[in-house]
């Protein structure tokens, strides 16, 4: 069973940016498609962003394009979402996912997940 942590979340203010990382504990992570996905108090938990698994093609939703990137190192068994101009309806946790589809749906496998705060 893949183990995901996240880290990198926190307070900041409206215009900057963060950095998540997930590391996940499994020999297999450079054949898995990873993603990111938030949840906002009262809301639904939705797709951010996917990988494949070679890190050659990303997803996104069409409220972080152009502001969000994931990456990954597969030597590191880590993926990574960068967020720039962040906005107070960013504010979320940000959950790390294993298996997410090129169309957001996700996987089987979450981690515990890290508070992303946007101040305005």
């Known amino acids: 069973q893949v183990q995901l942590v996240e880290s990198g979340g926190g307070l900041v203010q409206a215009g900057g940016s963060l950095r998540l990382s997930c590391a996940a504990s499994?020999?297999?992570?450079?054949?898995?498609?990873m993603g990111w996905f938030r949840q906002a108090p009262g809301k639904e938990r939705e797709f951010v962003a996917a990988i494949s698994w070679s890190g050659r093609n990303t997803y996104y939703a069409d409220s972080v394009k152009g502001r969000f990137t994931i990456s990954r190192d597969n030597a590191k068994n880590t993926v990574y979402l960068q967020m720039n101009s962040l906005k107070p309806g960013d504010t979320a946790v940000y959950y790390c996912?294993?298996?997410?589809?090129?169309?957001?749906?996700?996987?089987?496998?979450w981690g515990q997940g890290t508070q992303v705060t946007v101040s305005s």
């Open positions: 996912n294993e298996g997410t589809t090129s169309s957001g749906v996700a996987g089987g496998v």
């Open positions: 499994t020999r297999t992570f450079s054949s898995l498609t």
